[in-house]
């Protein structure tokens, strides 16, 4: 049985993950802030599907809880087949000389950092199997720089090079790398970015059909169940309904 580690699985693409390994029998590392939501979810995956769960809420920008929280896993689940780099946000919009320094610091902190406290936890334990799996979830926005995008597009473009660099220097250990970047997608990705402001939150997915958390957890889930010898390095997927961050059309 093989054992997916998901950060940011309380919510969004990461509890869609969460349920699409569940139904096909993975054992299950469930990251994320919020207790409550990990505690039920996790329950929910084992009354439903008679899932192997374990809950480890800590904060990824918070190194040390990352460090602990990974040694002290029980030597059952100190294996890990499959990361998915998931957590992550962006806060607020505005023009970057306008930029809030407490939003610059929650994305770098989140999306950067954050991703590379739990990666350096988890790949040495790869190395030493020889195989694994990691799936960065980047963005668009780190393929094009787009309007008051600013620091969150810098974040992603961070997560494009690190997945490259990744796969590099991974490379004799026999571990797949792949970077998932996805366009708009509804989930509470908008929620956060507006701080709570429901009503622009739900404009940000008017006029069109956006993706779903489900589109990018059958993704994740088709590019961990390629042959060992095939790595989808890079996967952009956006709506039908868009072309790029500049390009939509709304009906
Ligand atoms: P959601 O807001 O729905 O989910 C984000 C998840 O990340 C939550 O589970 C949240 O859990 C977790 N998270 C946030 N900060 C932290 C932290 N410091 N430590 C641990 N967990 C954290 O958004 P999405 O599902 O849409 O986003 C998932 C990823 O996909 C992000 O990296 C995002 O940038 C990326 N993305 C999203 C797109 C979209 O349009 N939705 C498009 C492209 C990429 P909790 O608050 O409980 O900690
Ligand atoms: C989330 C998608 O285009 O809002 O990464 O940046 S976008």
């Not at 329950?43 to 990974?70: C, K, S």
């Not at 992550?88 to 929650?106: H, K, N, P, R, Y």
């Not at 350096?120 to 020889?130: F, K, L, N, S, Y």
């Amino acid at each position: 049985m093989k054992t997916i580690f998901i950060t940011g699985a309380t919510a969004g693409f990461g509890k869609a993950i969460a349920y699409t390994f569940a139904q096909h029998a993975w054992r299950l590392i469930l990251n994320g802030r919020r207790q409550d939501r990990l505690e039920a979810l996790a329950t929910e995956l084992r009354n439903d599907y008679g899932a192997d769960v374990l809950t480890l809420p800590f904060d990824v920008r918070d190194r040390e809880a990352v460090v602990q929280a990974i040694r002290n896993l029980p030597h059952e689940w100190k294996w890990v087949d499959l990361l998915v780099n998931n957590a992550g946000l962006a806060s607020g919009l505005s023009t970057i000389q306008e930029g809030d320094f407490a939003d610059w610091d929650v994305m770098l902190d989140t999306n950067v950092k954050g991703l590379l406290n739990v990666f350096r936890c988890i790949a040495p334990t790869m190395v030493e199997r020889g195989q694994g799996h990691i799936i960065n979830i980047g963005s668009i926005a780190g393929k094009q720089t787009y309007l008051r995008g600013n620091v969150y597009c810098a974040t992603k473009a961070a997560v494009n090079a690190l997945s490259e660099a990744m796969r590099i220097d991974l490379l004799p250990h026999g571990i797949r790398v792949t970077q998932i970047c996805p366009g708009a997608a509804e989930t509470e990705f908008s929620l956060v970015r507006f701080k709570g402001d429901a009503e622009r939150a739900k404009q940000a997915y008017a006029g069109y059909k956006p993706l779903t958390a489900q589109d990018i957890a059958d993704i994740v889930y088709f590019a961990a169940t390629r042959p060992g010898h095939v790595v989808l390095n890079d996967i952009v997927v956006t709506p039908l309904a868009q072309a790029s961050p500049y390009y939509m059309h709304k009906g």
